[in-house]
C-alpha cells in the first residue's frame, strides 16, 4: 500500500509472500502453478507537500470488484498512500534499534527513517483474510516499532495471527461509538462498480502531551470514513503506541509520529503484491503465462478513476479547532475548514509491472502495455487508467495472458494460447488454509509461525480485555463476508488499548468526558470530509453500524471480541 515505490519493493519482499516459486505439476507436466504471476505498482506522483501540511492526508478512492471471485495466494492492494513521521535534520541517528525487524534492511540505513513508523492500510485483497466475499475490504494498519509489530485494529495485527496482540501491544483506540471494525477488515455492500470510499488520517489533539518517561506528543492519528451510510472518525493511533520505543532507545525521543507532522510520500499507487499464475510451455518451447482476470470500473469517457480529491491539511483544519474546544468549551462539529488545505496535480508514474520474480526480485519485466492501457490524469485531476482499443483485451480488462519473448513478458491475445493453459481453473481462496506468515526466516523475531487461516480471531479472557472489562452482554452481527463478528460494549475509556499506559485517574477522566462531548456533536450523517468532485459513495455493510445500548449514548465503544465463520446447526 504504497507511496514510495523503491520503499514498498523492499517491504513487498516480505509482506504475504510465501514460498518463492513452486510449485505442483498439473494434469500436463508442462503446467507449473506459481505465486509470482504479477507484481509491481500502478500510481501517481505529485510534489512534496509545502511545510506545514502535515496534519492529515485524505482522498476519494474507487471500491470495485478486482476479480470474479476469491482466490487463494491472492494479495493486492487498491490506491492508497503511506505517512511515516517528517525528521528532515535527521542524517545519520538510525531510527530503528538493532534488534528490530527493519534495522536488518540495510538498504534502508543510515537512517531507516521511510520503515520506522509508517500508517498504511486502506482498500485491498489480503493474503491473511480469514473471509471472501469477491469485494475489497478496508482495514487500518499501523507499524510503530519498525515493522516488529503492525496494528490493524483495537486489538488484532495486520491479518497475520488469528489472537489478539499481547495487551502492551495494542495501540489503536475505538473513538466512534456507531461502527464496528472487524479484524478482518471492513466490508461493503451493494453495486460496488464506480463508487469511491473517502478516507482521512487527520491528527488531532485528542490527548495531552506528556513528559515521561518515555516524552510523548499530543498528535492522535484519526480516521476518518466518508461512505454513503457512515462519516466521522472511526479509531484513532493512541500517541504512546508512536512513543513507546523510545523508552529503550533514547536517541529518537521526539521522532515519532505522535510529535513530528506527516510525510506523505510523492503519490499513491496500487500495490500488486502476490498473483497466481501458472506457466506452459508448447511443443515448440515458447512460454506461456495466465493470470487471473483482472478488472477495473469503467466510467462513461472509458476510463477507470481510481483516486480523486487528494488533500493534504494544515493544524488549522481541525486540530486546533479541537484545542480550542478543550480549553473554552466550544463545540465545533468537525467539518474539514477548507481554508486550511493543499490539492497537489497529479502525475502519472509509468506503469512498472514484471513476472516470475524469486520473492520479487530478478523478475522478467512486462513489456508493451502501453498499447493496451495507461495510466492518466483526467481533466478533473483525478488518477486513473486509459485504455486503448487493441486485439487483446477489452476496456476496463487487464491482460490475461502473456508470453515469454527473450528476457521480457508481452500481453498475446487468448487465441495465441495454448487450449490447456486456457483451461486452468485457479484455486478459490477458501482452499487456502495454511501459508508461511512473511516473519519465517528472520531469526530477529520471536514467535514465528504458520499461519492458519481455519482459526477464528479470538480475544483474551484475562488482563486488559477483563479488568475494568465491559458493560454489556455480548452481541452478534453477520456480515456480507459470512462471518460473525462477536462485540461487547465498554466505557470508552476502559476498553482494552489504553489499560497499559498506567495514566492518572484525571488524564482518564478527562479523555472520557471529552470523548462523550464529540459523541454528542459528532454525528454519522454530518460532513466532515468535503464531499466527492465526482461520483457516488459505497456503502458500508449495514451490519457494522449500530446504535449505543439504552442509558450508554455518549462515552461507550463497541469492541469487537471475536470473529468467525459460524456453521449452519443441522435441523
Known sequence: ?????????????????????????????????????????????????PEGFGAGIGFYTAVWPLVEQPLAGFQIGLPGNWITPDNPDNKDIPCCPEGTIARTWEPRGPTWASVFQTQEGGLGYWRGNRYHYGSPKFSMNGVPDCYNSEIASPGWPFFYRA????????????????????PDGITFEGDLEGRFLGYTHMA??????????PPTGNQSWTLFLNSENFKGPVAFYI????????????????????????????????????????EMRDNKGDLYIKIPQLQFPLNEHGQSVLVQDVTYYSKAALFDYLLEWKKDGKVYLGKFDEGHNWKPELNP????????????????KITGLEEILQTTITDSNAFGLHWKENPISKPGLF?????????????????????????????????ESKYVNWRNGNEIVEGNFIIDKSLPYTSPDKGAWTNPGPVSQAYKAKLKDGSTVTYKWYRFIDQPSFQQFGWSE??????????????????????????PSTGKLVTIDPELIVSPPVGKEAGYVPIVIRQEKVLNSPK
Not at 488524564?507 to 454528542?520: G, S, T
Request: glycine content about 8%.
Open 239 to 278: 500517541p504512546e503506541m508512536w512513543s513507546r520505543l523510545s523508552n529503550e532507545y533514547k536517541a529518537i525521543e521526539g521522532m515519532g509520529l505522535d510529535v513530528r507532522p506527516g510525510t506523505m510520500g510523492g503519490g499513491g499507487a496500487m500495490e500488486i503484491n502476490t498473483v497466481p499464475s501458472f
Open 399 to 431: 491482460p490475461q495472458y502473456f508470453k515469454q519473448v527473450g528476457d521480457q513478458r508481452v500481453a498475446v491475445s487468448h487465441e495465441e494460447v495454448p487450449e490447456e493453459l486456457k483451461k486452468m481453473e485457479f484455486p478459490k481462496a477458501e482452499s
Open 204 to 213: 488531532l489533539p485528542l490527548t495531552d502531551a506528556k513528559p515521561g518517561p
Open 163 to 182: 489472537e489478539a496482540l499481547p495487551d502492551d501491544q495494542l495501540g489503536i483506540a475505538q473513538l466512534s461509538n456507531r461502527i464496528l471494525i472487524p
Open 349 to 364: 508514474r509509468d506503469i512498472s509491472l514484471d513476472q516470475g520474480a524469486s520473492l520479487n526480485n530478478g523478475g522478467n
Open 1 to 49: 500500500m504504497l507511496t514510495r515505490y523503491v520503499f514498498l519493493f523492499v517491504v513487498s519482499l516480505f509482506i504475504g509472500c510465501s514460498s518463492n516459486k513452486k510449485e505442483k505439476a498439473y494434469e500436463s507436466e508442462n503446467i507449473t502453478a506459481n505465486s509470482n504471476g504479477l507484481h509491481g505498482y500502478i500510481g501517481y506522483s505529485s510534489l512534496k507537500r
Open 506 to 531: 484525571e488524564e482518564k477522566d478527562r479523555l472520557q468526558k471529552f470523548v462523550e462531548q464529540i459523541h454528542m456533536h459528532w454525528t454519522i450523517e454530518q460532513e466532515y470530509m468535503a464531499p
